[in-house]
């Protein structure tokens, strides 16, 4: 039995359809159904329960809003993690975790591999190599997969919001230099199914690095293709974007050691953006009926 651990997230949605559509029984839990910055709520949450593998989704993922919370950032995002590894301990079960591509500074020029030293920029990035840490010295057995750029049909995102930008706005602009890997959370789902045997530290995004910027037209030109009506007529690059968190100029993440293991290639974030769209767009037409 897998519990999912948060029930709101653009990953945890991922899952959670992915289960459902293999009619595979889950246990999801939202922050009110079980807090993980208390022990004992973690622990009154598995309690009586079959549970295998823990897959953790959630996390305090606002960059921006982290550096004003800096407590509740670390609360949820290393604190929480220690509890889960206690829980995943005391029961037997195998713990799932995901981190981020801001653990790193940016100031490299190559792909980040996983022995690449991390040196967060902003609060969220330390929360999380604080959450990393923490798992490698109390729990080494658990599995933790650094994501990055994060998109799905549904829930916040890069994705999503160009995409309402672009029906909102006649001009969009967007920062050009900051690079990285676009990530499907779908995608993830089908990678951490073949990982479950594993352990330690991932790197995990669709192939292809690219910038904010030219994303952001690959994205409108998809939208585009499709038939989507758009507002948008012209897409601007800017080398500023105000922010509360600095940002890594450069975060792709190198995906060489998973695939070694995974018994497909990594796709391109090209590809999957084309099923994410399509996806969203039958979707919203078959609702609009």
């Keep these: 039995m897998f519990w999912i651990v948060g029930k709101y997230g653009v990953l945890s949605g991922a899952f959670q359809r992915r289960f459902l559509a293999r009619d595979r029984a889950f246990y999801v839990s939202s922050r009110q159904e079980c807090d993980i910055q208390d022990l004992a709520s973690v622990k009154a949450f598995i309690q009586g329960k079959s549970i295998q593998y823990i ?6 993922t606002a960059v921006d809003a982290a550096e004003k919370h800096k ?9 929480g993690i220690k509890h889960l590894a206690v829980a995943a301990q005391e029961i037997g079960a195998k713990l799932i975790h995901f981190s981020t591509d801001y653990v790193f500074n940016g100031k490299q020029k190559a792909p980040y591999i996983e022995t690449d030293s991390p040196a967060p920029l ?34 916040p995102s890069f994705m999503q919001a160009m995409w309402r930008a672009f029906l909102e706005k006649e001009e969009v602009h967007v920062v050009s230099t900051q690079v990285g890997k676009p990530t499907y959370a779908e995608d993830v789902v089908l990678a951490v199914q073949e990982m479950l045997p594993y352990e330690g530290l991932y790197h995990f995004a669709n192939r292809d690095e690219v910038s904010r910027y030219t994303y952001a037209q690959e994205i409108f030109t998809e939208l585009k ?7 948008c007529e012209r897409i601007l690059p800017t080398e500023h974007v105000s922010q509360g968190a600095v940002r ?16 497909q290639p990594i796709r391109s974030h090209k590809a999957a953006l084309r099923e994410c769209i399509t996806y969203r767009l039958k979707k919203e037409n078959i609702g609009a009926r």
Excluded: D, M
């Excluded at 897959?55 to 305090?60: T, V």
């Excluded at 950032?73 to 604190?79: P, S, T, V």
């Excluded at 293709?225 to 507002?231: F, I, N, V």
């Design 55 to 60: 897959i953790n989704c959630s996390g305090y």
């Design 225 to 231: 293709r499709q038939g989507a009506t758009l507002k």
């Design 122 to 155: 902003n609060v969220y990035g330390a929360s999380k190599w604080a959450g990393e840490k923490i798992l490698t010295s109390e729990y080494p057995e658990a599995l933790v997969i650094r994501i990055s750029w994060l998109f799905s049909e549904e829930g």
């Design 71 to 79: 407590e509740e950032a670390y609360a949820i995002n290393a604190q």
């Design 248 to 263: 890594p100029a450069y975060s792709a993440l190198s995906t060489e050691k998973i695939e070694k293991i995974l018994s």
